[in-house]
């Protein structure tokens, strides 16, 4: 019986998951947007890009620093934590979320926690956060590589 070791990823698997986990977390949250559920006055991260670019910006560009984003945090996980447990990237997500409702929130005009548009930005944005953890984790282990101890190969 041959015991496995887990590998360090590569930086493009790495990528990989975290374009992955970008583009699906960017399509529940458009398609809250459009179905109206959304209580955001706009995308986060479209209101971020026209805070600091400062213009009016179409959705595509928002969708652009929301994968930037995610990809980056994705590619961080992915790489360089050490455990990465459930535990460990639900923390992670929820230490972003922590970021956005006192960083970024501020920053675009909602106020600390989104509270100038309303409470509901609070839970409306741990969601996505939480979606965020769940794939991360979930890709990580799915795309891992795994080496067996006695043949020096990954799978």
């Known amino acids: 019986m041959s015991a496995t070791i887990p590998i360090k990823p590569s930086f493009p698997r790495a990528f990989g998951i975290g374009l992955a986990v970008s583009v699906l977390t960017a399509i529940v949250m458009v398609a809250l947007l459009k179905a109206g559920v959304s ?4 995308p986060p991260s479209l209101a971020f890009a026209e805070t600091l670019l400062g213009r009016t910006l179409p959705l595509p560009a928002g969708l652009l620093f929301h994968t930037a984003y995610v990809t980056f945090w994705s590619v961080v996980f992915v790489r360089y934590f050490p ?3 459930l535990a460990t990237a639900m923390g992670l997500a929820a230490a972003l979320w922590g970021v956005i409702l006192v960083v970024f929130f501020p920053l675009v005009g909602w106020g600390v926690a989104g509270l100038a548009i309303g409470p509901k930005l609070i839970v409306a944005s741990a ?5 965020f953890g769940l794939l991360l984790w979930g890709l990580d282990r799915y795309f891992a590589p795994v ?4 043949d020096g190969k990954a799978s």
């Open 39 to 42: 209580p955001f006055p706009k």
């Open 127 to 131: 969601l996505p956060h939480l979606l």
């Open 147 to 150: 080496q067996s101890a006695g």
């Open 83 to 85: 455990r990465k447990s």
